[in-house]
């Protein structure tokens, strides 16, 4: 028999490979949380499996050995041991009008609700951001918690590495957490953090999972001092996030800050994260104190993820789109949405609002913007604005709704960030912050161009039929 085996051994391999494409068909039809992965995944694995069988095992088992069930063990143990979350009850609030109901869809789900009497301010591009950053760790006196998907050992990353180093030494409680696939600090510059007392962690998805396992991101771009101001929206840390990489160029982000009970939110997203990396809660103290006294400012951090009861962030961004009666502007990197949101901008746009997208005219990863192209052409065809952003790199995600809701976070509009990756997102209801979205915003589509439905067809046939192709990798991206 093994002599046989070894005599037709590329045979034997052959039938071996297209047996564990079955298995891993049968897996994907169980498993894949959309019934369009569950087909992307099966078509491709029984017609090409010698080249999908790889990137099935490493992106596309999404529920290794009970991910989601031992996650949401250790995040019920999280919440007992989180007394202060109880407290926020106190600063909650509905916002008046319609988008009340937005604050009951958020208590259900378990995302707290809207906190009343928070500070905004809107952050554009890196150099704001990171000034704002270095700035307020500077004045932390009690703790700073720090987690991005990207963290360079670069010029930017080394001065913000100095300024938790400086706070570390001065008796602040510094915690750091970072996304071992999107950030690979080098091993000195984890050294000298941790010589400063800077309790340094990865954000390891395969804990005590599946080893080989690429999916469950923490995409999470967080920064918390002394539990009253938070840092969060597109920006990672790194050079490029100032322009300073030729190859890309300008790039283009929005970030923000809420001082308020609304940080409070945020220090609780990264509290379970840290005790899923460390089984531990950080000594840090919450602030709960409102710092503005306007009632009409309203403002809800939501953290999302694949262990969540309900698809979240699936539902928040249909609230959104179903809440518009007016306008509804997306600046977004990655348009791949899943089926139910394109129906809900198709709807939106039959309803007669207006409906605008920006993206870029090139993307840092080429099978997403193949695959986005069919999706973009859709939304010209029935009655949306798609514009290009051609100066550099567009990597924010911004969202408004008509002249009284914004959403400023971390998600891009793919599978990937709405069902498989850790996100946060600030929901905003704030007179004077929405006026200065919809003023940043109106700028950005004035220096984008405005695409035609012919553009897309003026590619050529070989062009449209690779992105047509594209668009069927779309559950898995």
Same mark, same amino acid.
């Given at each position: ?103 009951? +869809? ?116 967080? +920064? ?32 923000? !800050? ?22 531990? +809660? ?142 946060? !997102? ?52």
């Amino acid at each position: 028999m093994i002599a046989w085996m070894q005599e037709h051994a590329l045979g034997t391999a052959f039938v071996l490979v297209w047996l564990l494409a079955i298995y891993s068909a049968m897996r994907a039809i169980l498993y894949t949380r959309t019934a369009q992965g569950a087909a992307a995944w099966t078509l491709a694995l029984l017609l090409m499996p010698f080249l999908t069988l790889p990137a099935y095992w490493i992106f596309g088992h999404t529920k290794f050995q009970g991910y989601v069930s031992r996650r949401q063990q250790r995040m019920m143990r999280a919440d007992q041991a989180l007394a202060q979350q109880q407290q926020l009850e106190q600063v909650l609030g509905p916002p008046d009008g319609r988008h009340a109901e937005l604050h009951t +869809l958020a208590r259900r789900l378990g995302a707290g609700g809207f906190t009343r009497g928070n500070r905004l301010q809107l952050l554009i591009d890196g150099e704001a951001t990171f000034d704002a950053m270095l700035a307020a760790i500077a004045t932390a006196q009690d703790s700073v918690l720090i987690q991005f998907y990207i963290f360079r050992d670069d010029g930017i990353g080394r001065r913000i590495q100095q300024a938790l180093i400086e706070r570390a030494r001065a008796g602040v409680c510094v915690y750091m957490l970072y996304d071992e696939l999107g950030s690979r600090p080098a091993r000195r510059f984890l050294t000298e953090l941790a010589d400063a007392s800077v309790q340094c962690h990865l954000f390891n998805p395969n804990r005590r999972g599946y080893r080989f396992q690429f999916n469950f991101r923490n995409h999470r771009k967080l +920064l918390v001092v002394d539990g009253r101001i938070a840092f969060l929206g597109g920006i990672n840390i790194g050079d490029d996030y100032l322009g300073k990489y030729e190859k890309i160029g300008p790039w283009r982000d929005t970030h923000m !800050s809420v001082e308020g009970p609304a940080a409070s939110q945020a220090q609780v997203a990264f509290f379970k994260d840290w005790y899923w990396a460390t089984d531990q +809660l950080p000594r840090a103290n919450f602030h709960l104190q409102p710092v503005a006294s306007g009632e009409d400012d309203h403002a809800l951090v939501w953290h999302t993820g694949p262990a969540d009861a309900q698809p979240e962030c699936l539902l928040l961004w249909l609230s959104l789109i179903n809440a518009a009666r007016t306008r509804i502007w997306i600046a977004n990197p990655y348009f791949v949405p899943p089926e139910p949101i394109v129906q809900a901008l198709r709807l939106a746009l039959v309803r007669g609002v207006e409906v605008r997208l920006l993206v870029p005219a090139r993307s840092d990863n080429l099978l997403v913007q193949l695959a986005s192209q069919p999706y973009l052409a859709d939304m010209i065809k029935t009655g949306a604005a798609v514009y290009e952003w051609h100066d550099g790199f567009m990597h924010q995600k911004t969202c408004l709704i008509d002249d009284d809701l914004a959403m400023i976070g971390s998600a891009n509009l793919d599978n990937r960030s709405i069902f498989i990756n850790f996100e946060i !997102s600030a929901v905003l209801v704030a007179p004077e912050f929405i006026n200065q979205v919809s003023d940043m915003l109106e700028m950005d589509f004035a220096r984008a161009r405005q695409r035609s439905i012919q553009q897309f067809h003026d590619v050529g046939m070989p062009r449209r039929l690779l992105c047509r192709a594209a668009t069927m990798l779309a559950p898995m991206l």
